[in-house]
T-cell receptor
Framework: AQRVTQPEKLLSVFKGAPVELKCNYS??????LFWYVQYSRQRLQLLLR??SRESIKGFTADLNKGETSFHLKKPFAQEEDSAMYYC??????????FGAGTRLTVKP | DAGITQSPRHKVTETGTPVTLRCHQT?????MYWYRQDPGHGLRLIHY???????DKGEVSDGYSVSRSKTEDFLLTLESATSSQTSVYFC????????????FGPGTRLTVL
């Protein structure tokens, strides 16, 4: 069955350091993957999606079919990047499966 | 924020009582979803709707029912609340299917004592 795994519940980096939030998936076919983010006291919102191949707030994510991964990366973390990050995968046309989430803390 | 509101925002109730949570949208989106958010589990889909009176089960639907009598409202009912249903509940909407961007409401924190 399709599922998403985020192996790190917590991730802490210093400001200016590179950050990588891991996401692995299991899916038979060509997946479309998403990263959603929830900042403190804000709503969960889309950060980026695989199909658009764009960079949002300096974040990028590359789909690696060989490793079945969709890791989220940013070369220089900022304090305002501190948030909860969820990787997500459509289970079927109507159902989105989310990972357990990774809480990123960027320390000054 | 997309025009999505949830009510109530906080609720404390006792085991065995019925509870109804409301999601209201002003975006005229076809799809509406109810998720629960729990530590270690992320977001899990409870039920979704793909149109008025059209609903289906998600991953964790046991103990929950939904109704959608109007495009703008999607109700989630716990017929007899249990402590395991203590959670934060999020409503989301999208214009298309799951592969479209989902827009989330502010969440409802439910505590079942």
């Amino acid at each position: 069955a399709q599922r998403v795994t985020q192996p790190e519940k917590l991730l802490s980096v210093f400001k200016g350091a590179p950050v990588e939030l891991k996401c692995n998936y299991s899916y038979s076919g060509s997946p479309e993957l998403f990263w959603y983010v929830q900042y403190s006291r804000q709503r969960l919102q889309l950060l980026l999606r695989h199909i658009s191949r764009e960079s949002i707030k300096g974040f990028t994510a590359d789909l690696n079919k060989g490793e079945t991964s969709f890791h989220l990366k940013k070369p220089f973390a900022q304090e305002e990047d501190s948030a909860m990050y969820y990787c997500a995968l459509p289970y079927n046309n109507n159902d989105m499966r989310f990972g357990a989430g990774t809480r990123l803390t960027v320390k000054p | 924020d997309a025009g999505i509101t949830q009510s109530p925002r906080h609720k404390v109730t006792e085991t065995g009582t019925p509870v109804t949570l409301r999601c209201h949208q002003t975006e005229n989106h076809r799809y509406m979803y109810w998720y629960r958010q729990d530590p270690g589990h992320g977001l899990r889909l409870i039920h979704y709707s793909y149109g008025v009176k059209d609903t289906d089960k998600g991953e964790v639907s046991d103990g929950y029912s939904v109704s959608r009598s109007k495009t703008e409202d999607f109700l989630l009912t716990l017929e007899s609340a249990t402590s395991s249903q203590t959670s934060v509940y999020f409503c989301a909407i999208s214009g298309g299917q799951a592969t479209d961007t989902q827009y989330f409401g502010p969440g409802t924190r439910l505590t079942v004592l």
